[in-house]
């Protein structure tokens, strides 16, 4: 019998409320896979809705941030990341290239669109 390969989405920031609802939302979707990460490994939701959880840096160092996420991808055959609050879509944005040739797939606007609206909206603030 064969089994049934599932795409597999990565959501960040799973143990925050946009994770939280996105990682919710997708479950709804058959043939996919949930892997939820979070920076906080006893973050309750990480372990409520995804179908695995796995760790990761926090994204205020970036570099780090960059290089697991990459090496998740690849371990874990990723087809989408789903970054989860607005530090990590700047993150994967200003990254873009490398996480492209790790192997997932994103819907995330380029950097300096990124830049002027997050960044700028906080510099107003």
Not at 22 to 37: D, F, H, S, Y
Not at 91 to 106: M, P, Q
Request: a positive charge; proline letters at 7%.
């Amino acid at each position: 019998m064969q089994s049934q390969i599932k795409t597999r989405i990565l959501v960040t920031s799973a143990g925050a409320p946009p994770g939280t609802n996105m990682i919710r939302a997708l479950k709804k979707i058959p043939g996919v896979e949930i892997i939820g990460a979070d920076a906080d490994p006893c973050a309750a939701a990480l372990y409520l809705y995804p179908d695995r959880a796995v760790s990761l840096p926090l994204v205020s160092d970036e570099g780090e941030y960059v290089e697991a996420l990459k090496a998740l991808i690849r371990k874990e055959s990723i087809a989408i990341l789903v970054p989860g609050l607005e530090p990590e879509v700047l993150a994967v944005a200003r990254r873009r290239e490398a996480l492209l040739s790790a192997g997932a797939r994103f819907l995330v606007p380029a950097a300096a669109t990124l830049e002027k609206t997050i960044l700028g909206r906080a510099r107003r603030h």
